[in-house]
């Protein structure tokens, strides 16, 4: 039974209970007991049947997964967009006719547009009013436009902006891609964020073999590697013809032919995509029904957090993040060039030590779909953050006394431990900090693109004008501010955890005091199962 109007006056008037009003009726205790009682019977069928009963029987489940599925792809293919761009370089050039400087501007066009799609698409996300899957569905249907224009805009300025549109949706696709899901899972989603990135990985790896075959070949080259920014970049000769200077020895570009099957593969993401937003009933049944459970949960996430507080752990994240991003894209562009030049090595074992950093990368990835359902994140980031300050130790010491066996191995752990650590970021942040909306998360792709095009012009400028061996020295040292970093961000993000104790305490305390109330009993269950959201 529900409270009498007595035990209300005499709550409202003790010393201990300080609240104006308490109203119950039995109707809505019996009626709370029912739904909670329904609901997690719910829960325990679906944690007992498997994934494709519950595909069968529940279309808002069998809708999330089909619009998790259709996420996956579209990241298979912007792996493939960025895997396809270093082999298709040179290509660019010749379509072009342009120096090698003038052609950089193709790589710093796309950042930029990646930082200002970040932002954008971010704030886009967050507005948006009906099925969100249409703002990820866009993102793609715009870069399969311009991966199909690329190849033929001979114009070095429109190349150039083309560039810039392409970073705007990928920016915008990695941002939407990575807030939808969360949105849509909460909690749950921390496979789901794995399984993205897994599917970055595979694309990135296997499209370079695909555009490979349709490059324009070479010519009696020459070649003489020098290190520029971020770049191995090789000046091919011909008799007394540079390629630096924009005029090539090699035969018509045929590099159309990769750029339209990748136009292609957008076109098989976009496609079901718009499907889904448009046979969407989340706005509608679900969305409004769940509005109120996502809402509690929210506040109850950052109701206790001040905006300086929020600022404050937001940037440590974007700090965190930003390092990370830069060691991961730092070792990948500049390992085979520190095996040619301070190691001596072939360009062939340089590029199979590349390939086993990716290898053990992609495998990772593919683990770590798994292992988040073991660990919690903040247990398996600390590990990996370890793992890879051990990596790099043990490749500085391979790399000092030339212990090549050495250099594998540890490439390898490298690459085991730089995998999972982006995703799990995102899976801490909402399990344990705060809500990742559309803008928080273009706030930490705004951090790693800012690292990606910081950190290689320092390294580059170091190994080109002391030693290569600045490569191993500074990664190394990255490696450990990370870590405390993180420590950092760990000791912010207990505190934020006791203050939300807290606040569930003093709920609990102003409730009837009477163990076998059912209004006392579902506030108890409520927030255990909030405690362990935590």
């Known amino acids: 039974m529900g409270l009498s109007n007595e035990e209300v006056n005499k709550n409202k008037s003790s010393p201990q209970h300080d609240f104006k009003d308490l109203e119950v009726n039995d109707n809505d205790v019996h009626i709370e007991e029912r739904e909670g009682l329904n609901k997690s ?20 489940y069998r809708e999330k997964y089909l619009i998790s599925l259709g996420i996956m792809w579209s990241f298979f293919v912007l792996g493939w967009t960025m895997g396809q761009f270093g082999p298709s370089l040179l290509d660019l050039r010749i379509i072009t006719s342009t120096s090698l400087k003038q052609a950089s501007a193709f790589m ?23 099925e969100k899957t249409y703002c990820v569905a866009w993102t793609v249907l715009t870069m399969m436009f311009i991966l199909a224009v690329i190849p033929w805009c001979y114009i070095y300025e429109l190349m150039v902006a083309m560039h810039v549109f392409k970073g705007l949706a990928g920016g915008g696709l990695d941002t939407t891609g990575n807030a939808l899901l969360i949105s849509i899972w909460r909690d749950d989603g921390k496979s789901f964020l794995q399984s993205i990135q897994f599917a970055f990985a595979i694309g990135g790896a296997i499209s370079p073999f695909v555009t490979s075959p349709f490059l324009a070949p070479e010519k009696d080259m020459n070649i003489t590697s020098a290190i520029t920014g971020n770049e191995s970049i090789a000046n091919y000769t011909n008799n007394a013809t540079t390629s630096d200077s924009g005029n090539f020895p090699w035969t018509e570009s045929r590099l159309y032919v990769p750029y339209s099957i990748a136009a292609f593969l957008a ?27 996502d809402s509690v949960g929210e506040e109850r996430k950052t109701q206790k957090l001040s905006t300086g507080i929020k600022a404050f752990v937001l940037i440590i994240l974007m700090v965190f993040l930003g390092i990370d991003c830069a060691m991961e894209d730092g070792f990948n562009n500049f390992l085979a060039i520190f095996c040619v030049s301070e190691l001596k090595w072939t360009k062939h074992m340089a590029s199979n030590v590349t390939a086993v950093f990716w290898i053990s990368f992609t495998i990772a990835r593919f683990l770590g779909i798994f292992l988040v359902r073991i660990f ?13 300050i051990i990596g790099f130790a043990g490749f500085f010491t391979a790399a000092h006394f030339k212990f090549y066996e050495g250099i594998w191995i540890s490439s390898a752990i490298v690459g085991l431990a730089m995998s999972m650590i982006f995703p799990l970021v995102f899976a801490w942040t909402e399990e344990s900090i705060l809500p990742v909306t559309g803008f928080v998360a273009s706030l930490f792709l705004i951090a790693c693109s800012m690292g990606t095009m910081i950190n290689p012009i320092v390294l580059g400028f170091l190994m080109e004008n002391s030693t290569p061996m600045w490569f191993p020295y500074l990664l190394l040292g990255e490696s450990v501010i990370t870590f405390l970093v993180l420590c950092l961000v760990w000791t912010v993000a207990s505190h934020i955890s006791r203050l939300k104790n807290t606040f569930r305490d003093e709920k609990i305390e102003i409730r009837s005091e009477d163990q076998d109330n059912p209004e006392h009993k579902s506030f108890i269950a409520e927030s255990e199962l909030n405690e362990e959201r935590l």
Not at 116 to 125: K, P
């Open 41 to 60: 019977i719910l829960e325990e069928d679906s944690e007992k049947e498997g994934i494709l009963a519950r595909l069968r029987r529940d279309a808002i």
């Open 108 to 130: 710093t066009g796309h950042s930029v547009g990646i930082l200002v799609g970040s932002v954008v698409l971010g704030i886009i996300f967050d507005k948006m009013k009906q």
């Open 267 to 293: 076109l098989t993401a976009t496609v079901p995509l718009f499907v889904l937003a448009c046979t969407s009933d989340r706005p509608t049944d679900v969305q409004t029904k769940s509005s109120e459970d």
């Open 376 to 388: 919690k994140p903040i247990k398996l980031i600390f590990f990996l953050i370890v793992l890879m």
